[in-house]
């Protein structure tokens, strides 16, 4: 963001006027006019008048000072900024010639010195200009309020724009405090500035608190700032993924912008870019090519807009495809960001380097070489050799010598990326991580696969680590953003780390510690601890939940800081890291559910080898495919194949691991006819074989297991497994329970069963629009023989049948024991459906006049407040069933409860008829009247269930899924 440049106001009538016998304010009036039509012009006159100024040709009642303050301000506007830097020096040395350095008059000189060297990037020049304003507000101006708010706005401004947080938070809120019922406008705009630099800084929660402010404070007062506040609000909801009100606030704006001020187009700029983004985000590059062409148009030839403009169309006719329209866009772009800043230039050169990977892309490769290497001299002379930035230019070469097959000097220019930014940036920097990723391409191009498996290894080590640091203050859309690309690079990994020769290796234990520490990552970093703890009653608790975000934002952004400027700010890496986990011990010892935040600790394998009973094993299943990288015809092609594979990790007692590699295989075939076998009632002798037997063999001395299933274990049960040499199912040797992940059992906590029950069977569908579906009465009378068997006991029984089987119902629910639900279940597996926790759920009822509309979907079942409740039960077609994601589970019902606080949660993975789940039900309820554990009663019920019904298609429908 520029500061608005000081300078007098002069307008004098000599438009006609020759060169020759014009006085300096008829040239200075001159170079006025023509500033903006023909900038050539406007440049000669202001060039003559400073060399009358220089050679004291000039009298002027506005003084020698104010002369070059203003043709100063004309020669940066026309982009002679090197003399426009002389003109403001030379009124200084002017102005200190007669007046003190801190003199009033000096004031507007300082600031637009500053103003200038930050658009040139010296922000150390800058900033010492900016404390001379600041002396000189204080000497000169004292108490006045203006003076001070303008200072302190400025400072607050200018320290966001160099990454010092809070230097800008403080300076901010200090002129706040001043202005504060002063000016509504002055207050407003400080309050717009707030949200932004919170915005900026990755405070979201806090950016948008105080952006809200600031639109209710602007609504009704300034529609000018109410417009602005809506922009900056909907720009921030775009970083928070929550695209629907974005969406909302600028078509708001862009009505209101239109119908209010059609001469002022200008102001439909950051809305229109605004709307732009967000379909870019949304991948509807069409509307999104429609918003920026119209807020190119509007800006028309502003040369201080245009490029940046021309560049965004450019990034969206990258992604179309459309590759000479971007090619086009940014040699435009660059053009204009040349006039205006020159060739040093930090956006040049951004343009420079997109039109590099334009030719990149096209196969044009000396081509885009040689604008890379431009790039690279120009930061040398910007930066130096030791800078970050220097880093990234060499980054870019090498991968493009990775093409052109010098692999030599690829490898050195990529150790010389990694070495600078291990010294600039530390070892958990984005940029380091990436770099040293790209070491081990580079390593797999050569076949050299340990040193391949070494570098993947170690940018893991240091994703992780920053990925569990940072998630505390992401939210949960930029999560998934982040997890995905971490999942890639760990199964990349894994291409390697599993080959025959590596799987009892140190890499493959490696990389079960990374599946272990990010499988279920998303779950644990649940949005569910923040709207808790926001709702507590207890302030003392909310204030120390403040300070941990404000710990961990300010360790987040230490982690984006170089090493030069932790030291100039005296940050300490460790010192914040150990602030913070000692905040997480003390709010997880006073707040239950904080403790989830805990199991973003790096585990290693062994400490779940600790917590594990005798006869107790944990199974942790990791799929995975082979990933292939290779330079053909000066490309890099890189890809994971399209088979699967999987391992699975038997974890057991005193430090025993035991690696078991399955034979690659048509899965998906097998899973076909393992499902048909139990369909038809035929005995499965294969899937034993296919998906268990290598495993198996590892667990003679087990009874009990703890599964961590991937891919497509997810829709396997593994007691219905037949082993037809031992003529014996596997649910005749142990019993199985099902966990997200290995961690959990670090986690454990011993639970009370509430006798509480609340029981839902037969909701009413004839309200839910959209869907045609029949009845339930066997629900019905499930919930019945449910109610019954526990009002023998005498629980507390609360049951809900048909119209009474509400959405709104089960959402007022807080901690029951025990949660029932006999109902449909629905999972529309759909690509067009990208989010599973929105296309997975329960049919219930919907209640007269109720916005709720009886589908409780996985997201809606995901925040429902169950942190003491025992036991849910998911009595519906295929519950189990949802969206598989690799390291994060099935996606639906059973993560959705689990994110709500159930400690167990038994569903369905196939259709059962309704005699068979009710006589199930009835035993596993008597079952649990018995034993007060879900888990024990679940497996006494399924045993006995055996005895009455010998098809393992009904047996085994059910499975568990427990925190451990």
């Known amino acids: 963001m520029l500061f608005m440049r000081l300078g007098l106001a002069i307008t004098f009538s000599l438009l006609g006027a020759i060169l020759f016998g014009q006085s300096c304010l008829q040239k200075l009036d001159s170079a006025n006019y023509f500033k903006y039509n023909y900038p050539l012009k406007a440049k000669f006159y202001a060039n003559s008048l400073l060399t009358d100024l220089d050679s004291a040709n000039c009298v002027t009642e506005i003084g020698i000072a104010g002369m070059y303050n203003n043709v100063g301000l004309i020669l940066w506007e026309v982009n002679d900024k090197q003399k426009s830097l002389n003109a403001f020096k ?22 637009n010195l500053s103003a200038l060297y930050q658009e040139l990037g010296r922000f150390d020049e800058a900033g010492d200009y900016l404390n001379l304003a600041g002396r000189v507000t204080e000497a000169a101006y004292g108490g006045n309020r203006d003076a001070r708010i303008r200072f302190l706005y400025r400072n607050g401004v200018y320290h966001r724009e160099v990454g010092n947080f809070q230097e800008s938070l403080d300076a901010l ?133 245009r490029p940046y403009m021309i560049n965004n169309l450019g990034t969206i006719y990258m992604r179309q495809g459309n590759i000479e329209k971007a090619e086009e866009c940014f040699k435009e772009s660059a053009e204009g960001f040349l006039e205006l800043f020159g060739s040093m230039n930090p956006d040049y050169a951004s343009s420079l380097n997109n039109l590099a990977s334009i030719y990149k892309e096209k196969g044009e490769l000396p081509k885009a070489l040689d604008l890379y290497m431009k790039v690279l001299d120009m930061d040398k002379v910007i930066y130096g050799t030791e800078h970050a930035n220097y880093a990234t230019s060499l980054n870019n070469v090498a991968l493009l010598y990775l093409q052109f097959g010098n692999y030599s000097l690829a490898g050195k220019l990529l150790q010389d990326a990694k070495r600078i930014r291990a010294n600039t940036l530390g070892n958990y920097h984005p940029l380091y991580i990436k770099t040293v990723n790209d070491l081990g391409l580079y390593y797999m191009i050569v076949k050299d696969y340990q040193s391949a498996m070494e570098s993947f290894d170690h940018a893991l080590d240091a994703e992780i680590k920053h990925m569990q640091d940072i998630f505390p203050v992401l939210t949960d859309n930029q999560r998934k953003l982040y997890f995905d690309e971490t999942r890639y690079n760990i199964e990349r990994f894994c291409s390697l ?35 808790l703890i926001q709702n507590s009653d207890d302030n003392k608790i909310k204030r120390d939940y403040n300070t941990w975000r404000e710990k961990k934002y300010s360790l987040a952004q ?62 942790d299943i990791i799929q995975y495919r082979d990933y292939k990288v290779d330079v053909i015809d000066e490309r890099i092609d890189q890809a994971f194949e399209d088979e699967s594979h999987y391992v699975a990790f038997v974890v057991k007692k005193d430090s025993v691991l035991k690696p078991v590699k399955l034979a690659a295989m048509d899965f998906t075939k097998g899973f076909a006819t393992y499902r048909n076998a139990l369909k038809y009632g035929v005995k499965d002798k294969n899937s034993y074989q296919i998906f268990w037997q290598p495993i198996d063999s590892t ?58 029950a609340k029981i839902f069977g037969n909701p009413d569908f004839s309200k839910i629009e959209g869907f045609t579906m029949k009845q339930l009465p066997g629900a019905e009378r499930e919930a019945n023989d449910i109610t019954e068997i526990l009002n023998v006991r005498r629980w507390k029984t609360e049951t809900f049948y048909f119209k009474d089987a509400t959405e709104d119902q089960i959402k007022s629910f807080s901690n029951p024991g025990i949660i029932h639900i006999a ?53 519906a077609c295929e519950t189990g069933l949802g969206k598989v994601q690799n390291g994060e589970g099935v996606f639906g019902l059973q993560r959705a409860f689990l994110v709500a606080g159930a400690q167990n949660v038994l569903l369905s993975l196939v259709k059962i008829n309704d005699q068979a789940a009710r006589n199930f039900m009835n035993l596993f309820y008597k079952a649990l009247l018995e034993e007060s554990d879900p888990q024990q009663a679940f497996f006494n019920a399924r045993a006995q269930f055996r005895k009455v019904d010998k098809n393992p298609y009904n047996w085994g429908a059910y499975i568990l899924v427990s925190k451990g």
Request: one cysteine or more.
């Open 699 to 756: 667990l003679s001395d087990v009874n009990k297991i703890y599964l961590s299933p991937d891919g497509i274990y997810h829709k396997l049960n593994p007691v219905v497994f037949y082993d037809a040499v031992a003529d014996t199912y596997m649910s005749d040797k142990y019993d199985i329970i099902n966990i997200t992940s290995g961690k959990d059992l670090l986690y454990r906590e011993p639970t009370n069963l509430l006798r509480e």
């Open 173 to 305: 809120n200090q002129a706040l405090t001043i202005g504060r019922g002063y000016k509504d406008s002055v207050t407003i705009a400080l309050q717009i500035e707030l949200g932004t630099t919170y915005r900026h800084f990755g405070d979201l929660q806090k950016s948008e608190s105080e952006l809200l402010r600031a639109v209710e404070m602007a609504k009704g007062k300034d529609e000018i700032q109410y417009f602005r506040a809506i922009d900056r609000l909907s720009a921030l909801k775009i970083e928070q993924g929550e695209y629907s009100d974005s969406e909302n606030y600028l078509l708001h704006n862009l009505e209101k912008k239109t119908s209010g001020y059609q001469d002022n187009q200008i102001m439909m700029l950051e809305t229109l870019n605004g709307l732009s983004v967000l379909y870019y985000r949304l991948n509807d590059l069409k509307t999104a090519n429609e918003y920026i062409d119209r807020a190119i148009n509007t800006a028309g030839d502003i040369r201080n807009v």
């Open 558 to 619: 230490a982690y984006l800081l170089t090493e030069e400027d932790r030291r100039k700010k005296g940050i300490s890496i460790t010192e914040l890291e150990e602030e913070c986990a000692a905040l997480e011990k003390d709010l997880s010892r006073k707040f239950k559910v904080f403790a989830d935040q805990e199991k973003t600790t790096y585990h290693h394998w062994a400490e779940i080898s600790n917590a594990l009973e005798d006869s107790t094993a944990m199974v």
């Open 823 to 875: 109902t449909h279940g629905y999972f529309i597996d759909d690509p067009n459906h990208a989010d599973p926790l929105h296309s997975s759920g329960l049919f219930l009822s919907r209640g007269d006049g109720s916005e709720n509309d009886g589908l409780l979907s996985a997201y809606e079942a995901m925040n429902l407040v169950l942190d003491q409740t025992n036991l849910v039960v998911l009595a």
């Open 90 to 111: 030379s009124g200084i040395q002017q102005e200190v010639q007669q007046k003190d350095s801190i003199h009033a008059d000096l004031l507007g000189l300082y600031y």
């Open 497 to 531: 780390a599993f080959k025959d020769e590596n799987i009892s290796g140190p890499y493959a234990e490696n990389a079960l510690n990374h599946f272990l520490n990010t499988r279920g990552i998303l779950f644990y970093a649940s949005e569910k601890m923040r709207k």
